[in-house]
Nanobody, 128 residues
């Protein structure tokens, strides 16, 4: 059974930082793209970032470039999202997702969303 478990969310002031983790199990990690998506109340889901677990290629939506960094520890089957300079508009539930093949990570994936596996989400709230 594939499981994705997010952690690391919380409440932070604007300008602060958080690091989200997505621990994957039940899959061959290197075969997958792992993405971070978020959804704020009353808004559509938005693709934030993704990583090709095989070659570590990364993509970011424009609104987080220069502030967020995605990385992976393949030995731990875990992907991280380091979020710096957080803004109130970053407030959302953040979900990680896994899709094959790993090469699917890119602008199309962030725009169209995942099809295979989702985590349960972790809440991020940024106060002004």
């Amino acid at each position: 059974e594939v499981q994705l478990v997010e952690s690391g969310g919380g409440l932070v002031q604007a300008g602060g930082s958080l690091r989200l983790s997505c621990a994957a199990s039940g899959l061959t990690f290197d075969d997958y793209a792992i993405g971070w998506f978020r959804q704020a109340p009353g808004k559509e889901r938005e693709g934030v970032s993704c990583i090709n677990s095989s070659d570590r290629t990364t993509y970011y939506t424009d609104s987080v470039k220069g502030r967020f960094t995605i990385s992976s520890d393949n030995a731990k089957n875990t992907v991280y999202l380091q979020m710096n300079s957080l803004k109130p508009e970053d407030t959302a539930v953040y979900y990680c997702a896994a899709d094959r093949p790993a090469e699917v990570c890119g602008p199309w994936y962030l725009s169209n969303g995942p099809n295979d596996y989702w985590g349960q989400g972790t809440q991020v709230k940024v106060s002004s």
